[in-house]
């Protein structure tokens, strides 16, 4: 198992009401609008009260806004407005695939889910001691004599090599990055237009993902976003093509080191091998096209006709004879173990102020086994609790 450290004894951490600030946060109000995708014309609608309303709330000309009112419209806990600032996710710090595709609002609900989310990150770094971040910088990677900085390829390449992962299948890459430090998160069923974005927080990488795609597809998504926090940490990428591109090249070189690749191959290629290829090294099958395109093992008339074929059987938009889901390790221990400790999912949203949904729906489909009743898959505190104690190895901060 990835984590090693000896679990120690645990006990309890208690809030009281006293640890809440009790004076109105119009900060919080607009992040709680701005979550729910909503204007302050909107807002002010769904409250009875005019935009202007809703405009001097959020700008504290209003001591006590009527935050029960705000609370059952915004589905926010009340207790939720009356926190600290939350330090927030900006649009220049995150890798967004599809930014240009996203209106200003939908940017901002999804970057808001991100920021609440992060606070639960926070929650676990204070109770339990996770791996290290151990994510090499552009700075640590290695190029050719030619040039100043690594290829996305070189850079694949030299993260195997510090990783000691050889040319072959990276087996859970989910496991693998958390492993590394890296905290995956996943985004809510409306918000999910977006296919993945990362970005670094306080020397802290997080991975926000699409759990709903294809399993091959969420692995290259990660590696994907994996090329990003290496490569392109304090660059701002959005709505430049070539970042993406690069981040592309990255995650088809990791998952498919050309070495490991080629070794396998003999004489002409057909798409019955491409089958056979792309569940050993559990990627999709027209990632898999793209990547022997790419290293010249299949002409242009080939990659052309393979791909409108796989189009044809449907594995443009999904996977069949796909892999089952990774599930993320390190949240299935922390949510075992939290239970252990009398926290549920409504206990910890409760003590971070933040809605359930929000904290549920970034855990549901990162934390349900196989072996989880169908009637409690939706809920992420029901893991696996054998499993968690069996593998337990995080250990309570002291």
Known sequence: MIWT???????????????????????????????????????????????????????????????????????????????????EVGEGAVSFRALSSMTPRQVRRVLT????????????????????????????????????????????????????????????????????????????ATDREVDAFSFWFEDRPFVFLNASKSAERVRFDLAHELGHLCMHRNVRTNRARRFELDANAFASAFLM?????????????????????????????????????QLGRITDWQYRSWMIELSGKGFRSSEPDGQAHEQSALLRQVLGLAREDGWRVDRISKELGIPRSDLSEALIGLTVTSVVAPTDAADPDHVDRTSARSSASLRLVQ
């Open 5 to 87: 450290a000896m679990m120690t004894n645990r006990h309890r951490f208690m809030s009281t009401v006293s640890d809440i600030p009790s004076d109105f946060n119009p900060h919080r109000l607009r992040l709680a609008r701005e979550r729910r995708g909503l204007t302050k014309e909107s807002l002010g609608q769904l409250c009875g009260v005019s935009r202007r309303a809703v405009t001097d709330w959020e700008s504290g000309n209003v001591e006590s806004p009527p935050v029960g009112r705000i609370a059952d419209v915004l589905n926010f806990p009340a207790s939720f407005f009356y926190g600290e600032d939350i330090d």
């Open 113 to 188: 889910h991100a920021s609440l989310v992060r606070s639960f990150s926070s929650w676990i770094d204070k109770r339990y001691a996770t791996p290290p971040v151990d994510v090499p910088s552009i700075e640590e990677l290695t190029a050719s004599v030619y040039e100043a900085e690594p290829s996305p390829v070189e850079a694949a390449d030299s993260v195997r090599a510090i990783w000691t992962l050889g040319v072959k299948p990276v087996r859970d890459m989910l496991a693998l990055v958390e492993s590394r430090g890296v905290r995956v998160f996943g985004l809510p």
């Open 257 to 293: 080191p050309k070495a490991g690749l080629l070794s396998q191959i003999v004489g002409k290629l057909s798409l019955g091998d491409v089958m056979s290829l792309k569940k050993f090294w559990r990627v999709s099958a027209t990632a898999m096209v793209r990547r022997l395109h």
